[in-house]
């Protein structure tokens, strides 16, 4: 996507050296860092500076192909698998970084080309992907659409377009005339932060909302359609998200309002049955008790701002039953959440 | 309620002064301000050291009090009505707030000791209406229940007690064993302030929530009820509250978890037929911009947590429909949300 007039990925590689855009400054600073070594680039994954499933497969799969260029002709297989356990290390409940790790691996017992060429051909094809769920979510956009969204399912979470926002970029090439409400996305107000840097700086009209205005907005007739991400599915169409994604899909079923799920089908588990057999994430209650900000002198500051003493509970995640979802938005196409449809395109070949 | 061990409304007089507990200090400090003159009771209204519907008609009342105890003989009339146009400006759409000005206004034609007595009689009705609710709501509570909140409808919203946080203080009293889920309520997060800030102060087992979590939690079954205030009911028994309050009560809907709505009768509006008539402030985008909290060195400080140049939108109320509601916990009784019975009970004496 486009920055200041110049494209952008999320996280690319030239040379020897990896390039990620700061996650962690945005959005009061765009800036660009440089990993020069697999262990910076580690360290970017573990501080946050790239985040969401797609970019930290990306951002993995090069950092594995870094090892392989800086690994030393003496002791070169220990140097390998030692790397390749830190970079597993950095964040183990992400799916999509050992996948990505695996394949460089596999590659890189050929040669370094060929390991920096599957790095490359991960991130290419993480774009790819979510340039085909635009195209097929815009399909389902129609003019003059009202469309809500939910946390962060942008490009900053993938490698290019992301997956809800890319159907909204799509429809925006087009010229069709949109307006996004960006729900804020309490406790780390990735939607106030991230989704609505992301549109602004795409010049797609929108308002930030807290999260609690979606349902009233909805009942105003305010919102056509809902599109959010997703962190897992599985077989029956259960949806796991980030948490706040269930009230509004209950609110936008009693209202009929379309809500879809946008996601590459590497989002799909058939192992898992039902929603029931997710575990959900529990995080630090700091993120809910503090906030980080900009203050007046335009530093980054951070506040307590809850009741001092009393304890904060910060559930990561929830789970959307398939009844409320009206579709899947796949790169392979747009499916109803039913259970032979999706294992049928899970497992389909492109 | 007892702070600190001692005994405390939100707002009394003493002599010719007004004290009121600083709520814009709260939850990081808590302190008394002293409103010597009717001009400084004003100031206090104005600028939200007071707030809350129960509290603010209480604080006007002493106000317009003060005004007899301050008139001078010498153009006495004068002094009096335009006092009473200062008061009745400081908060425009804050009905108790009138009718506690012309109540004591009446008063004080009979003497300056009359207009004392009939402000101290509406506040102390108003705590006794709110120790009632609690009463009768409290039967609604089961042993080991969890319930959650929504915004502040506590004591400090009101004189005393509260509307929504009564019974709650009502089943510790009588030792039931209850946990309470706050919900931060975004933008302004009374709950996590000040919701957060009473049940410590009270040592009811309590935890703060992102708005976001509520739906999961209920769907999880941690929730057995919700207990939320009104600032306005209509003949039908829609009713606005905080926005926030209608996704809530769809999700208790959905999972059949008992949703109750606490207010005085006072909160009936009979002369509106149904929700779709009332009109729904839109406050300062700056309230979901910025957030205030205590910093690393203990003083309040502002921060910027959305992404800079993107607007916000701020509805400060919603409406929820009659159908999600289970019933409502008046100081005459419980009722469900029908129109005779809320015709009946909106005008019958107690």
């Known amino acids: 996507m486009k920055v200041k007039g110049k494209n ?16 962690n400054l945005l959005p009061f600073k765009f800036e660009i860092f440089e990993a020069k070594k697999y262990f910076d680039t580690c360290f970017a994954i573990t501080t946050m500076i790239v985040r969401g499933a797609g970019a930290l497969g990306a951002a993995a799969g090069y950092a594995m192909a870094q090892v392989f260029l800086e690994a030393p002709e003496e002791g070169r297989d220990e140097f390998i698998a030692q790397a390749r356990f830190d970079i597993e290390a950095t964040r183990p409940t992400a799916q999509n970084l050992f996948y990505a790790v695996k394949r460089v691996y596999k590659a890189g017992k050929h040669s370094v080309e060929q ?14 992907d979510s340039r085909s769920i635009g195209l097929y979510g815009n399909e389902l956009i129609k003019k003059n659409a009202k469309i809500a969204t939910h946390c962060n399912a942008g490009w900053l979470a993938f490698v290019d377009f992301g997956t809800a926002l890319s159907p909204i970029y799509m429809a925006k090439k087009e010229k069709k005339k949109i307006f996004v409400y960006v729900d804020e996305t309490r406790p780390r107000s990735q939607g106030a932060r991230l989704t609505a840097w992301e549109l602004k700086n795409a010049r797609i009209p929108h308002i930030i909302i ?3 205005a979606t349902a009233y907005l909805m009942a105003k007739g305010k919102i056509d359609m809902m599109i959010v991400g997703a962190d897992r599915i599985v077989a029956n169409g259960d949806t796991a998200n980030k948490i706040g994604t269930l009230g509004k899909a209950i609110a936008a079923y009693e209202f009929g309002i379309p809500f879809y799920v946008a996601a590459p089908t ?7 049955k039902t929603g029931n057999r997710i575990n959900i994430e529990e995080r630090n209650q700091d993120e809910v008790i503090y906030q980080t900000g900009m203050d007046r002198n335009g530093n ?12 904060a509970l910060n559930i990561a995640f929830d789970v959307t039953p398939s009844k409320y979802i009206t579709g899947f938005i796949t790169e392979k196409g ?6 032979d449809l999706i294992r049928e395109i899970a497992t389909k070949d492109e």
């Open 8 to 23: 952008y990925r999320t996280v690319w590689m030239e040379g020897s050296s990896v390039f990620m855009i700061e996650q």
């Open 115 to 128: 390991a920096v060429a599957e790095a490359n051909k991960i991130a290419d094809e993480d774009a790819e």
């Open 210 to 212: 807290p999260d609690n």
């Open 266 to 272: 590497s989002t799909f588990d058939l192992g898992t």
């Open 300 to 311: 980054i500051a951070t506040v307590q701002v809850t009741s001092p003493g009393s304890r």
């Open 334 to 339: 747009v499916i109803t959440p039913e259970e």
